[in-house]
């Protein structure tokens, strides 16, 4: 069991200056607490989101950090020209010494996609074929390749990654279907659903890799995400959490509320109160022991091996994450990764 941190890098309050500041501040944190990886989101044009070129701030936390991993959850690779993406990714691996997680995926907001152009009725083709360029730039000395929307003829592949073929590629899930192509092709994952619904995914995820004649402990990483806040009682951590996710939601909501749409995949949607939003397992706030035995059951029922921790989220303050992360490193984390 393995934990790691997911950060929408939404917006808080302040000035983006002393933002960005505290957010590699607590990046650092991260990685001298131990935890696995960093994965961040791409969001464009919404307060959900303040790291639309992921690249450039992943940059800056190659350069704060020493053992933690890092990556995007995801490239939205429709956005991308894929032979500009390839220089990054090699850059990027290169500039951590192979600590890049490559996130990959077609972008779950249409809105967005409108806004640089495209008609989202194109998206999952065009992300579709620029995986395949990415794959075979990051593997091949030239890169020949001929789509519907790039050609490419004997151009030189100059830079290489560090981790080869290519770093490890990540995927968001939310069907057990999806399992087939993730588990072909050794594919980490990550659902954002509550135990049940991980749990549908996990086992098929198994079943699919065990039928692919391969050992059970190969497995990729299997996740889940959890909102997590934690103090010294049950009721400070409650009274810390409840604002916060409300303006988090809010970040996560305006666009979709702006164009008066409704997200295409209802289990992307998160309750309106923390507190309900905990009573369906999908966060979490308190003191150590609740926390504890709230991911005893959460992991043992989601039948995951990767946790992903959303300790800085909403109007939460830099110091309020700061106090999770301790609480978290030193009363929780130590009973599960061993």
Avoid at 11 to 39: I, M, Q, S, T
Avoid at 321 to 331: G, K, Q, W, Y
Wanted: charged share 20%.
């Amino acid at each position: 069991m393995q934990f790691g941190v997911f950060d929408h890098v939404d917006r808080g309050a302040g000035p983006l200056d002393r933002f960005y500041a505290d957010r590699l501040a607590l990046v650092e944190a991260y990685d001298k607490a131990g935890f696995y990886g960093y994965h961040v989101a791409e969001h464009h044009a919404t307060p959900l989101g303040l790291s639309p070129s992921p690249s450039v701030y992943l940059s800056a936390v190659a350069q704060r950090t020493q053992r933690l991993r890092f990556g995007p959850l995801v490239y939205t690779l429709p956005l991308y020209h894929p032979l500009r993406l390839i220089d990054e990714i090699c850059m990027l691996d290169q500039m951590s010494g192979g600590r890049l997680l490559l996130g990959v995926g077609r972008g779950i907001s249409p809105i967005e996609n409108r806004y640089f152009g495209h008609d989202p009725a194109d998206t999952a083709p065009m992300y579709a074929e620029t995986l395949e360029i990415l794959l075979r730039g990051l593997t091949n000395e030239e890169l020949n390749f001929a789509g519907k929307y790039y050609q490419f003829r004997d151009v030189p592949m100059e830079l290489t990654p560090v981790q080869l073929p290519y770093p490890p590629l990540w995927y968001g899930i939310g069907r057990p279907d999806g399992t087939v192509w993730t588990a072909q092709n050794n594919v980490n994952i990550v659902a954002n659903l509550d135990a049940k619904g991980a749990r549908a995914i996990t086992d098929r995820y198994r079943a699919e890799w065990a039928a692919l004649g391969r050992a059970p402990e190969t497995i990729p990483f299997m996740a889940v995400s959890r909102h997590i806040v934690m103090a010294e009682t049950d009721a400070e951590a409650l009274a810390t959490a409840r604002p916060a996710y409300r303006q988090w939601r809010a970040s996560f909501l305006k666009l979709w509320n702006r164009h008066n749409m409704q997200l295409p995949n209802p289990n992307a949607l998160f309750p309106e109160e923390f507190d309900e939003a905990e009573a369906t397992g999908r966060a979490i706030a308190g003191a150590p022991a609740k926390v504890r035995d709230f991911l005893a059951r959460d992991i043992a029922d989601g039948g995951i091996n990767y946790l992903l921790c959303r300790f800085a989220f909403g109007s939460l303050t830099r110091a309020e994450a700061e106090r999770s992360i301790d609480l978290f490193t030193r009363h929780v984390m130590g009973e599960f990764v061993q």
